[in-house]
């Protein structure tokens, strides 16, 4: 997520308790199948390769790739999720390099085989000229030769008020999600209403998303300095469809093969 686009950490409430809202989620079928788009594009990741895991988070997805041998440097600008990231690699005795960095302004060596972005975090950044700054941003990490994949909610999904859901009834934690979409900007507000494990009083946090048509992003990609770029059903190898609720997109350097 870019502090450019939310006004202060609408994560840092939750950070603790994220985990456990994400249990369902079978992150080591994400890693594997970010490596099989890897391989589709030509691109092996192998153990020794440098991974770039923007968004982190809790460190869920950084963690599985560096399990599969790779280097991986974690980049939110959360504080409070990368400390919960830490400590998770702490206790797994895993070396991950962990940075507080905005998405569209960090900078580093220009070493990384692979670049990811998931969980529809780059639906965070509201503003389209940020959205390119965080592609220029992200292609310049890259070696030569590198690829960037990652995924987002569609227009379809924000239109349909997928956000608005609420949690089973004896979950540990207990959520209550409205969203309402402004068709003229394309952007959800999610009003988020949390009651904590053994607490009473309600968090309540308010999440932003943009939806971007394909035709966007795919301009946005090429000004930012990638080609060769391909979509996919999520979770699936197949093209997107006009019911598609998520989209991977990976993307290649435009100095690489077929870019």
């Not at 963690?63 to 919960?84: N, Y």
């Not at 085989?113 to 310049?140: G, M, P, T």
Request: net charge neutral; proline share 5%; aromatic share 10%.
């Amino acid at each position: 997520m870019s502090r450019r686009t939310q006004e202060g950490d609408p994560f840092a409430a939750i950070a603790p308790h994220y985990d456990l809202l994400m249990a369902s989620v079978p992150y080591h079928l994400w890693a594997e199948y970010v490596t099989r788009l890897a391989a589709l594009a030509e691109h092996a990741i192998l153990p020794g390769s440098k991974v770039l895991d923007l968004a982190t988070g809790t460190g869920s997805v950084a963690l599985e790739f560096a399990a599969r041998g790779c280097i991986v440097t974690g980049v939110d600008c959360s504080e409070p999720m990368l400390a919960e990231a830490r400590r998770k690699a702490t206790e797994r005795g895993v070396a991950l390099r962990l940075l507080c960095r905005d998405v569209c302004d960090f900078k580093l060596p220009s070493e990384f085989d692979l670049a990811v972005c998931l969980y529809d975090s780059l639906n965070y950044i509201v503003e389209s000229s940020a959205l390119e700054l965080a592609f220029a941003n992200i292609r310049s990490h890259l070696k030569p030769d590198g690829i960037f994949i990652f995924d987002v909610n569609t227009v379809r999904a924000l239109e349909a008020e997928l956000f608005t859901q609420r949690s089973r009834p004896g979950a540990p934690l207990q959520y209550d999600w409205r969203s309402k979409y402004d068709a003229r900007t394309r952007i959800s507000r999610i009003s988020m209403s949390f009651v904590l494990p053994g607490a009473r009083e309600r968090i309540k946090i308010v999440h932003r998303q943009r939806a971007y048509t394909d035709t966007e992003l795919r301009a946005l990609l090429e000004a930012a300095g990638f080609g060769g770029v391909r979509s996919y059903e999520a979770y699936q190898t197949s093209p997107p469809g006009p019911d598609s609720d998520r989209v991977f997109y990976v993307a290649r350097s435009a100095t690489t093969r077929g870019g």
